[in-house]
C-alpha cells in the first residue's frame, strides 16, 4: 500500500509562510492553495464552463467524479477553529469527513473557482491519482 500523503498525518503542520490566513472578504487565496489547487483553478478559468464527459483530460488529471449528472473534485481543506460549516453548503461542498479542523470533501467543479477564491479555508489541497507502482 502507498503511503499517504503528509496531509493526513496526525501531525498536520502547514508551515506559516505557505498559508495563506482566510480574509472573509472574498479576495483570493491563491497561497492557500496547493500546486495541484492553483492549475486546477487555472484549467477551469480558462475552460469558462462546467465539465463536460468530453474533457478526459481534465478529468483524469484531477481524478473528478462524477456524481448526480454533476463533475466534482475531491480534497482536503483546513478551516480557522472558529469556521461555520454551513458555510460549505452554500458552495455545494459535501463533506466526506472530519477531523479537528480538517475535512475531507467533495467540490462541485462549476463552484471550485469561487469556493477557492472565497477566502472561507485556510488551505485546499486537490486528489491526485494514484501511481501504480
Known sequence: MASMPA???QNVVFPPSQVAQPTHQGASTDA???AQALQLKADLIQLGRD????????????????SRCRYHVAAAIKVPADFDESVLSHYGV??????????TVA?????????????VVERVEVSVPAQAR
Open 94 to 103: 459535501k463533506v466526506n469527513s472530519r477531523a479537528g479542523n480538517l475535512f
Open 107 to 119: 467540490i462541485p467543479t462549476r463552484r471550485f473557482v469561487a469556493f477557492v477564491e472565497s477566502g
Open 51 to 66: 465539465v463536460r464527459k468530453r474533457d478526459s483530460s481534465l478529468i483524469s488529471t484531477y481524478s473528478l467524479y462524477r
Open 7 to 9: 496531509l493526513w498525518s
Open 32 to 34: 492557500a492553495l496547493s
